[in-house]
């Protein structure tokens, strides 16, 4: 979600529509309207930002396909939207490809979390630090304190974790919102 003029805006996870849509909100948080198309094509979970007067849209793989991260940007929310000469950013990595949740820009530091999917699904959430980005460069480093997050004896968090949204309350005091998964068992059985 981003709050931009006044108004709340998301780009909900729409893999199955072949496009990135964007929506704005009527009567902010129950009611959304469709604005518009950012991107076609299959692309799973993806981050949005606004850093240096653009806006800039990291789009991952389809669930099928976990190795490679696509980078956008654009002078306005609704574009158009071009994709960065040096998209995709990362190629043949599932282990940092998939969006792991709502970039962070803080000051100068752009901080992205990327889903570890190898060997399997919510394997950890790891960060990068975003180094370069212009519209003719991009660079990034992993975060010393990898992972971020990892699954834990938690019933929720059992077999995987894969998203955070860290808010800052107020300078020095944050709050994330955390989405993990556990497996169910299913058995079969024959008589």
Not at 104 to 111: A, C, F, K, R, Y
Not at 145 to 171: C, F, K, Y
Request: proline share 6%.
């Amino acid at each position: 979600m981003v709050k931009w003029n006044n108004e709340f805006y998301i780009i909900p996870e729409s893999e199955a529509a072949n496009r990135i849509g964007l929506y704005r909100a009527k009567d902010f948080p129950f009611s959304w309207e469709y604005v518009q198309t950012l991107v076609e094509g299959l692309f799973g979970d993806h981050s949005l930002f606004r850093y240096q007067e653009s806006w800039w849209l990291l789009a991952g793989p389809g669930a099928r396909l976990r190795s490679g991260l696509r980078l956008f940007y654009a002078d306005e929310l609704t574009g158009p939207w071009i994709e960065h000469p040096k998209s995709p950013v990362v190629r043949n990595d599932s282990g940092r490809a998939r969006p792991g949740g709502r970039t962070l820009v803080l000051g100068n530091t752009i901080v992205r979390y990327a889903q570890d999917c190898a060997p399997t699904y919510g394997r950890a959430l790891n960060a990068f630090e975003i180094t370069a980005l212009t519209k003719t460069d991009y660079r990034e480093r992993p975060v010393a304190s990898n992972p971020v997050l990892q699954p834990g004896n938690s019933p929720w968090t059992m077999h995987g974790i894969h998203q955070l949204d860290a808010h800052e309350l107020r300078e020095g005091e944050w709050i994330a919102c955390v989405d993990g998964y556990k497996r169910r068992l299913t058995l079969a059985v024959e008589y």
